[in-house]
Structure formats: structure tokens, C-alpha cells
């Protein structure tokens, strides 16, 4: 007994001093701090402006009057982060109901008829969330709305002089541009990425190759050791595809939703509000469809049976039923629902 317990504390200190290194490491490097140094490109008129930088600070390094020079000028450099002037981004607060960011991107196309005076197919946006109420359940939405035209010809700029277009900025803030909205070279994207990330990235690879080191050692079970890697390498790849289809299916049924029902802004705001305000605490809502008259929703609630009544209740709704049976998920303690309902007055 004393021989084993000789061994748990040998494997103890070991892991304490590879902890006390890693973490003095940590603090030295600060890499969840810092943010890589990029270079900025703006262009203004016929030239453009180079700056050097990160959020703690930047520097100009220097200018050109003539946009054919910017690849001489940066020779040796391929990545870059466009920058777009203040005078070309339209910026508005929204609010609207709590959902998910792809139902709320949804109604945002219906809102830009509303904010602005170009087709929104000829516009790039991005927003955050700034705000809540909770007494309506709505959100407070900041957009960053910018014309097509503007971003996809620095675009051709920076492709011209041989650059690779990492991001894009806007002047006077901090907060890149939602690389999944904004044009953007996904290599020098994923470059930048890894710039910002690859200290963390190896701590942690760090620390699952410590621990299997001492797992190994102290188990004396090189097998078990292969099986476990095997299995995680597995997962891993089990869990790579997965999240692509899942991002493809929230994209398509993005794109299916907003053809289908752009004509029907108006009605898809209203039922989209009345429900947020009608849905009691602790519902809500995946999935909203209006085809005609018809409403479709589904989600999950803690008191799934009382919807029923309380549809059939409001004034806008009537016929409440349930499409399929509740679902109850036990550990959550929700009931997954999905729920028909009319729309009156609508034919």
C-alpha cells in the first residue's frame, strides 16, 4: 500500500509542475488578450492608405495615390484586412422579437426595404445584439449595412495588386465584420484565425498530450491508450460532419424561408411578435412557417400542453392543434411540440 501511494504522489507533483509551467507561460504570452498585429487597407479616391496594427493600437506606415502601386508598395505581403470609411456604412438599431440569429437575420432582410432606399440584394450587412426588454421579450439590434458595390470593388483592388483579403474593418471600430456575410478570402481568413488562436490552440494541444502522457504512465496500458486516441480522432470527425450539415441545413432553410415568404414581411413581423409576446417563460420557438393562412410552428416548452388554450385564446389565432405528439425530453424537463394554427381574417 505504501508503494502505491508513493506513485499517486509522483504522478501528483509531475502534474503540478507541468500546470505551474503552462500557466506561467500563459501569463507571459496573454493569448487570450492580444490580438494579431494585420494590415489595413482603405482606399480613398484613387489611392489608399496603409496602416499596420491591432485593437491596442496602429500605426500608418503609409500612402499611395495610385491604387496600382498598393502591390509594390506591400510586396512581401499577402494578407490583408479592408477597411471601409465611415462615409460608406449605414448603421440602425432594430428592435424585434427574441429568436434564433438566423430567424432574426431573416426578418432583417424584410427591415432594410424599410431602412433603405437600395435593393437589399445589392447590400452587405452584420448586426449584434445591443439590448433587451424583458417585459416584451424583443432585442435590440445594431446593424452595419454596406452597399455591395462599395465592398466587392476594394475587393478587386486588393485581388489586383496579388492580396489576399483576410477581414473586413470598419473605421472606428474595433468589431470586424461577420466574416460568414461579408465577402472575405476564406485561406487568408482561416490564416488570421490562426494567427489569433494557434497559442491557444497549442496550450491546449499542450495539455491533452500532457494528460495523455500521464494517463500512459501511470496505467502502464499502451492499448487502452491507442483505443481512446482512435475514439476521439472518430468523434472528432463524427462531429466535423455534423456541424457542416448543420450549418448547410441552417443556410439552405435560410434562403428556402426568405424566397418563399419575402412578400409576406409584414404578416411575418406581426405573427412573429404576437407569438414572442403570447409564448409564456420558458418556451421557444425553432421554427415559424406562414403559408397563406396557415401557421406552422415547432420548438420546445416547459408547459407544451397549455399552448393549445392559450392560441386559441388570442384574437389574431384560431384552430390550435398539435401536428405531431409531444416529445418529452427528461433530462431538460421540456416538451418538444409542433403546432398548427389559422390566422384570422387571412385567407
Known sequence: MAETNAGDDDLSDLFRAWRAEWAAAAREHAFWRDDPESTFVEFAGDGAVISRGNAQGEA????????????????????????????????????????????LRQALHFELERLSPVDPGQLYFDFVAVGRDKATNRVELALRIVRRAVVDEALRLCHGAG????????????????????????????????????????????????????????????????????QILVEQRRAAIVSRIQDDIAKTQTRIA??????????????????????????????IEINGARVHIRGY???????????????????????????????????????????????
Open 301 to 347: 416548452s416547459h408547459g407544451a400542453a397549455d399552448l393549445i388554450a392559450l392560441i386559441d385564446r388570442d384574437p389574431l389565432f384560431a384552430n390550435a392543434q398539435f401536428g405531431a405528439p409531444l416529445i418529452r425530453n427528461p433530462t431538460g424537463n421540456v416538451e418538444q411540440f409542433d403546432m398548427l394554427f389559422d390566422l384570422k381574417g387571412k385567407k
Open 258 to 287: 426568405f424566397a418563399s415568404h419575402q412578400k409576406q414581411a409584414p404578416l411575418f413581423v406581426a405573427t412573429l411578435s404576437e407569438l414572442a409576446r403570447l409564448m409564456p417563460d420558458g418556451t421557444w420557438l425553432n421554427e
Open 163 to 230: 492580396l489576399a483579403v483576410s477581414g473586413v474593418a470598419f473605421a472606428g471600430e474595433a468589431r470586424m465584420a461577420d466574416a460568414e456575410q461579408f465577402p472575405v478570402d476564406k485561406p487568408a481568413y482561416y490564416r488570421f484565425l490562426w494567427r489569433k488562436w494557434n497559442l491557444a490552440a497549442l496550450g491546449g494541444l499542450a495539455l491533452l498530450l500532457a494528460f495523455a502522457a500521464l494517463l500512459a504512465w501511470y496505467g502502464r496500458n499502451q492499448a487502452a491508450q491507442d483505443q481512446l486516441t482512435d
Open 60 to 103: 500608418e506606415i503609409a500612402r499611395v495615390t495610385d491604387v496600382t502601386e498598393l502591390g509594390f508598395v506591400l510586396r512581401g505581403q499577402k494578407d490583408v484586412v479592408l477597411r471601409l470609411p465611415q462615409s460608406e456604412v449605414l448603421r440602425a438599431n432594430v428592435w424585434l422579437p427574441k429568436a434564433k440569429p438566423a430567424t
